[in-house]
């Protein structure tokens, strides 16, 4: 709390935004979205007709070096396997079959998985965006901690974790624009625009980010959560540009426009990050949509949104299915496969999703 309170961007008691006009999310406005929500005809088009392609990932794909020294793997939402000159970065890592507090109840994964989190391999450090349920995860969290990888979280995040049991020398906790080293990795909390909280009281008393990893040949950046704001460009000119961005593109709404970014809002956040860099640098890797529903837009949407927003602007993307590494030096093939997913609508919520295994979850016990 000593730091939290020194903090530049704590007043009045809590964290606050970068500056600019907001609408944070209240109590009447979610009141206003939960019909909408639970609405039958808007809960079929919310699911996909069909299961999701999964990439069959295996522990050998992983153990082979990337050739470029930068590999992706989109676990689906807003996890990515960051792979960046010899370090092993798993961001938001979420392998629950539900993002919420209960086991029973809260939004259920629209795929399984793509690969067990025991055969991941190797991680040198775990990057938290910020303390919601679709980001930090209570199991997985619990899980990553027995293998004594180091946690790098938002200033205030790191009280969750050690009410969780894990030791506080795991844990780095940062404050906008301050850095961390893991081996030649340069870890960098950067500001967004978004809020926090894991019960209905939002006491605002943990950070949020986005983040720059760096090391000597590559960078990246990962939005977290976040509305569109112009900071973009002051984070692009201090840290970039990038070899890719991993930006949030979905589970966007009219009842909170401030604090999630539409496509075309993210691929503006894409260019802001890179400057006067060439477009055809650095690749966009759209996240934070096709596993859970969080939202009243369909399922596909924001990769639809997004591919043609990018073909427009000259910019190159990579919209993998879920678990497919790809190394952006290289790009990735396109492959609309949502579009298959989504020719049809289910007779009912959920038919066509194909449930996560529990054996390959295997995350049950740590509730």
């Known amino acids: 709390m000593a730091r939290i309170r020194r903090s530049p961007h704590f007043a009045g008691g809590v964290f606050v935004n970068p500056p600019g006009p907001e609408r944070t999310p209240s109590t009447r406005s979610m009141l206003g979205f939960l019909p909408t929500y639970f609405r039958k005809e808007e809960r079929v088009r919310r699911a996909p007709a069909h299961a999701i392609p999964v990439h069959p990932t295996t522990v050998a794909d992983l153990a082979e070096p990337a050739e470029s020294g930068l590999r992706l793997t989109w676990m689906g939402h807003s996890g990515v396997l960051t792979e960046i000159d010899g370090h092993r970065v798993l961001i938001d890592p979420v392998w629950s079959e539900r993002c919420s507090p209960f086991a029973f109840a809260g939004p259920r994964r629209l795929h399984p998985v793509p690969i067990p989190l025991a055969e991941t391999g190797r991680v040198d450090a775990v990057v938290i965006s910020h303390d919601h349920y679709d980001h930090l995860d209570m199991p997985t969290v619990r899980a990553l901690a027995r293998t004594g990888t180091e946690f790098v ?215």
């Open 153 to 367: 979280v938002p200033l205030g995040v790191g009280a969750h974790l050690e009410h969780w049991g894990i030791a506080a020398g795991q844990i780095t906790e940062l404050d906008w624009h301050e850095t961390t080293f893991v081996g030649e990795l340069t870890l960098t909390a950067t500001p967004a625009r978004h809020f926090c909280g894991r019960a209905l009281r939002n006491t605002q008393h943990t950070l949020w980010a986005s983040w720059v990893i760096a090391g000597p040949r590559h960078r990246v950046f990962h939005s977290g959560d976040t509305g569109y704001f112009p900071g973009f460009a002051g984070i692009g000119e201090r840290y970039g540009p990038f070899d890719a961005t991993m930006i949030q593109i979905g589970a966007y709404s009219e009842f909170w426009p401030d604090i999630h970014m539409e496509p075309e809002e993210g691929l503006r956040a894409h260019l802001d990050l890179q400057g006067s860099a060439p477009a055809e640098r650095g690749v966009l890797l759209p996240i934070h949509w096709g596993t859970f529903n969080l939202a009243p837009h369909p399922w596909d949407e924001p990769a639809e949104r997004t591919v043609t927003a990018a073909r427009r602007a000259g910019v190159r993307y990579a919209v993998p299915r879920p678990g497919q590494p790809f190394e952006p030096a290289a790009g990735l093939r396109p492959d609309a496969w949502w579009q298959a997913v989504a020719a049809a609508a289910p007779e009912e919520p959920g038919a066509g999703r194909a449930p996560a295994p529990a054996a390959r979850l295997d995350l049950a016990t740590e509730r």
